[in-house]
């Protein structure tokens, strides 16, 4: 099973250019997430999805959009990038009934992207 | 707001030396408060979930402990393997949003 899987791996960007985080999950998960991890300030959330056709804004928004292309897929867009936005970011996906006793609440992330804005 | 706080910020110990992390939280209403540990280069993986307070979980060498403003994770007889960075998060009512803590450096050496 991949799990979440998160594309690419590492990225370099010049200020002001544009780029597009990939992410796509393969255990039927409702929701997904886009975080952003920084030393010291443990993982903020930026968008997160709770279900197909939703998205909702997190802690630190501004900046980015998302879109949820369909169940598996959550991706998020830097229109232009700025040096503020170096920061390894992860997505993340969960099952999500509104339940607690019959919904597996964790969450699982994928390996991260590494981005760079110079 | 819901905050989470990690102490300490980075923790050594020697092979066998137990120790406890701390997680401290406010939030309004816990859904549920969740250990995940990290390794370099990696996403976090899950380790717990606790709901209510004086509930424990155990997997291996560590147990988590809540109460109602925290949560210990200790870690008996530490390997090296056990190395990495373990991460708190709690959910809050809308049961949506998970507030992540800075997390805590663990190194046990041989």
């Known amino acids: 099973n991949a799990g979440v899987t998160q594309t690419p791996k590492f990225q370099v960007l010049k200020t002001g250019q544009s780029m597009t985080l990939q992410c796509a999950q393969d255990m039927n998960h409702n929701s997904m997430y886009w975080y952003r991890q920084d030393p010291g300030m443990g993982l903020r959330l930026i968008y997160y999805?709770?279900?197909?056709?939703?998205?909702d804004k997190g802690e630190v928004p501004n900046g980015y959009n998302v879109s949820r292309l369909n169940k598996r897929e959550f991706s998020l867009r830097l229109e232009s990038a700025a040096p503020s936005q170096t920061s390894v970011y992860f997505c993340?996906?969960?099952?999500?009934?509104?339940?607690?006793?019959?919904?597996?609440?964790?969450?699982?992330f994928g390996s991260g992207t590494q981005l760079s804005v110079l | 707001e819901d905050q989470v706080t990690q102490s300490p910020e980075a923790l050594r110990l020697q092979e066998g030396e137990s120790s406890s992390l701390n997680c401290s939280y406010t939030?309004?209403?816990?859904?549920?408060l969740f250990w995940y540990r990290q390794d370099p280069g990696k996403g976090p993986e899950f380790l717990f979930t606790l709901y209510s307070a004086g509930e424990e979980k155990e997997k291996e060498r560590l147990k988590a402990t809540l109460t109602k403003k925290e949560s210990f994770l200790h870690i008996t007889a530490p390997k090296p393997e056990d190395s990495a960075t373990y991460l708190c998060a709690v959910q809050g009512p809308d049961g949506q949003n998970f507030v992540f803590g800075p997390g805590t450096r663990l190194s046990v050496l041989p």
């Open positions: 939030v309004s209403g816990l859904r549920g």
């Open positions: 993340a996906s969960r099952t999500s009934r509104g339940r607690r006793e019959i919904t597996n609440e964790k969450l699982f």
């Open positions: 999805s709770a279900s197909e056709g939703t998205t």
